[in-house]
T-cell receptor, first 114, second 113 residues
Framework: GNSVTQMEGPVTLSEEAFLTINCTYT??????LFWYVQYPGEGLQLLLK?????DKGSNKGFEATYRKETTSFHLEKGSVQVSDSAVYFC?????????????FGTGTRLTIIP | GAVVSQHPSWVICKSGTSVKIECRSL??????MFWYRQFPKQSLMLMAT?????????EQGVEKDKFLINHASLTLSTLTVTSAHPEDSSFYIC?????????FGPGTRLTVL
């Protein structure tokens, strides 16, 4: 079956530090990969996505590259801000048509200290 | 971007009562909507896939008679938690498929006393 494994949190960093949140996946076929962010008390927002190998998704200073050879989609940001404090979910779907269910990782809680 | 709303945003009810949660796609039509449940500090658990005009598809272990899902139109899906009990207290999130992406609602926090 399909699965997503994320690094366990919580992760606490100082402002302007470099961030990496690891994500690896197992899938039958060629999935599309996503990072979602959930701010306190809110639903999920799509942060970035990549639909094929070697694609790089980027948004708000965050980046992730679809690595087929290592089945990974690690999230990175060069300089985090306090406003980046949230829970981050890695996810995949086999068909990127919006009508297929997403498989989520367990989420990583990120806290940025001023 | 596409917007999905949920109503109510939070609800408190007594044990044994039923609660209905609405999920609406405000500016697009969604043939498929999804209902998730999220426990504190945990990931989202898919409960069911809701298809407009047909019966919902429930994930293994989810009681279809307890969590009634209706997708009566292309912009509205409802989740009714019947005979709610304290263990049903949770954060319920819906998403709607459209534009090659899923868009998530803000969630509904249910507390059963």
């Amino acid at each position: 079956g399909n699965s997503v494994t994320q690094m366990e949190g919580p992760v606490t960093l100082s402002e302007e530090a470099f961030l990496t949140i690891n994500c690896t996946y197992t899938a039958t076929g060629y999935p599309s990969l996503f990072w979602y962010v959930q701010y306190p008390g809110e639903g999920l927002q799509l942060l970035l996505k990549a639909t094929k190998a070697d694609d790089k998704g980027s948004n708000k200073g965050f980046e992730a590259t679809y690595r087929k050879e290592t089945t990974s989609f690690h999230l990175e940001k060069g300089s985090v801000q306090v406003s980046d404090s949230a829970v981050y979910f890695c996810a995949l779907t086999l068909l990127n048509f919006g009508n297929e269910k997403l498989t989520f990782g367990t989420g990583t809680r990120l806290t940025i200290i001023p | 971007g596409a917007v999905v709303s949920q109503h109510p945003s939070w609800v408190i009810c007594k044990s044994g009562t039923s609660v209905k949660i609405e999920c609406r796609s405000l500016d697009f039509q969604a043939t498929t909507m999804f209902w998730y449940r999220q426990f504190p500090k945990q990931s989202l658990m898919l409960m069911a896939t809701s298809n407009e005009g047909s019966k919902a598809t429930y994930e293994q272990g989810v009681e279809k008679d307890k969590f009634l899902i209706n997708h009566a139109s292309l912009t509205l899906s409802t989740l009714t938690v019947t005979s709610a009990h304290p263990e049903d207290s949770s954060f319920y999130i819906c998403s709607a498929g459209g534009h090659n992406e899923q868009f998530f609602g803000p969630g509904t926090r249910l507390t059963v006393l």
